[in-house]
Nanobody, 123 residues
Framework: QVQLVESGGGLVQPGGSLRLSCAASGSFFSINTMSWYRQAPGKQRELVGSITRGGSTNYADSVKGRFTISRDNAKNTVSLLMSRLKSEDAANYYC?????????????????WGQGTQVSVSS
């Protein structure tokens, strides 16, 4: 059993900043790519950004230059620093990760979602 728990959501004014955090726990060997997704009411869930275990990052065009994803492999956490927030950034943000169970030939990769944290952007 693994768990992803997000924190840091809330209400922020346009142009403001907010930092989301996600902590992984449970029984696993390692974590590969960790990502943040978001879903606004009436819209599909979309990828915001991802980071590999080695630190390579990828961002949606809509957040490039404003959002920064980072991770701490020792603490099994991933963070999303959101700056210059816009009203269109308001959504429920979800943490996602690919966990690895076992090692070598016995390794199995599977994914898991957090429960989400709400981000509201309004003056």
């Amino acid at each position: 059993q693994v768990q992803l728990v997000e924190s840091g959501g809330g209400l922020v004014q346009p142009g403001g900043s907010l930092r989301l955090s996600c902590a992984a726990s449970g029984s696993f060997f390692s974590i590969n790519t960790m990502s943040w997704y978001r879903q606004a009411p009436g819209k599909q869930r979309e990828l915001v950004g991802s980071i590999t275990r080695g630190g390579s990052t990828n961002y949606a065009d809509s957040v490039k230059g404003r959002f920064t994803i980072s991770r701490d492999n020792a603490k099994n956490t991933v963070s999303l620093l959101m700056s210059r927030l816009k009203s269109e950034d308001a959504a429920n943000y979800y943490c996602h990760a690919y966990f690895v169970s076992g090692s070598g030939h016995g390794a199995i990769e599977y994914d898991h979602w957090g429960q989400g944290t709400q981000v509201s952007v309004s003056s």
